[in-house]
C-alpha cells in the first residue's frame, strides 16, 4: 500500500506549475494512491507519465551505485542534470513533460516551450546551466510553491524526484542525478502505468518499512 506524505500534495503544485509556464490544459496530474493492480485501475487514462516522490536512504545510493550500467544515452530522450537543491520537482516534472511534447499543448508564449525549444540539441550539462539562468521558470516555480506546502516536512531527511516515461517503446527512468535515462525494458502506452508501477514497488521495497512515497500520473483531462 502507497501512503501519501503527511500534509503533501503534488498534483496541486504540479499543475499549478504546468499552468504558469505555458503547457494547455489537455493534460493534468492525479494522485497514484498505490501500485496493486486495484489502486492503478482508479488512475484516468490514457496517462503519459508517472512521478514518484520518495526518501534518499543508503540503501537507495548503494542500489544506484549498481544501476549504472542501465543507463542509456539516447538521442530521443530529452535528459538534464539536477544541480540545483530543493526544485520541488521541477527537473522531474520538465523530463515528464519534455517526454511527451508530441501529447502536449503549449500556449503561444510558452516559457517551457521556449526553454525546450532552446535547449533541444544541447547536453545534459548545458541545459542544467540553461535552466539555472532561466528567470521565467525559477518566477514559476518561486510563486506556486509560495502557495502551499511543496516539501515534506521530515526529521532531516531527503527526498527526490524521478520520473517515468515512455520513450519509443522504452520504459525509461529519469532521475536528474544520473549521467543519462536508466532503461527498465519494453513498454507501451496503454501499460506505462503499471510497467513503472512495477519498478515503483522496487522503491518501497527497499524503504524496509519506510511509508513516506507519493507518486502521481500525467492524465488526459
Known amino acids: 500500500m502507497l501512503k501519501a506524505l ?7 503544485v504540479l499543475n499549478k506549475l504546468m499552468t504558469k509556464v505555458g503547457v494547455g490544459e489537455s493534460w493534468h496530474f492525479v494522485d497514484v494512491l498505490g501500485f ?3 489502486q492503478l485501475s482508479a488512475v484516468p487514462k490514457p496517462c503519459c507519465a508517472l512521478m514518484l516522490l520518495f526518501p534518499i536512504t543508503q540503501e537507495h545510493d548503494s542500489f544506484r551505485h549498481q544501476q549504472t550500467d542501465k543507463v542509456v544515452r539516447s538521442s530521443d530522450a530529452y535528459f538534464l542534470k539536477q544541480t540545483a537543491t530543493n526544485s520541488c520537482g521541477t527537473v522531474a516534472l520538465l523530463h515528464a513533460l519534455a517526454n511527451n511534447q508530441s501529447k502536449l499543448t503549449f500556449e503561444s508564449a510558452s516559457v517551457l516551450k521556449k526553454f525546450l525549444d532552446e535547449t533541444a540539441k544541447m ?18 516555480h518561486n510563486e506556486v510553491a509560495a502557495q502551499g506546502q511543496c516539501r515534506p516536512e521530515a ?13 519509443n517503446g522504452q520504459l525509461l527512468e529519469f532521475d536528474g ?10 513498454t507501451k502506452d496503454e501499460t506505462l502505468l503499471t510497467d513503472a508501477a512495477k519498478v515503483c514497488r522496487g522503491f518501497v521495497e527497499r524503504g524496509q518499512g519506510e511509508v513516506r512515497f507519493s507518486a502521481v500520473a500525467l492524465c488526459r483531462a
Open 36 to 38: 496493486e493492480a486495484e
Open 155 to 167: 526529521d532531516k531527511v531527503n527526498f527526490h524526484f524521478v520520473a517515468f516515461v515512455n520513450v
Open 177 to 186: 542525478k544520473m549521467n543519462g535515462p536508466l532503461n527498465h525494458g519494453t
Open 6 to 12: 503527511s500534509k503533501l500534495q503534488l498534483w496541486p
Open 123 to 140: 547536453s545534459a550539462d548545458d541545459r542544467a546551466k540553461h535552466l539555472d539562468k532561466n528567470q521565467a521558470i525559477h518566477e514559476a
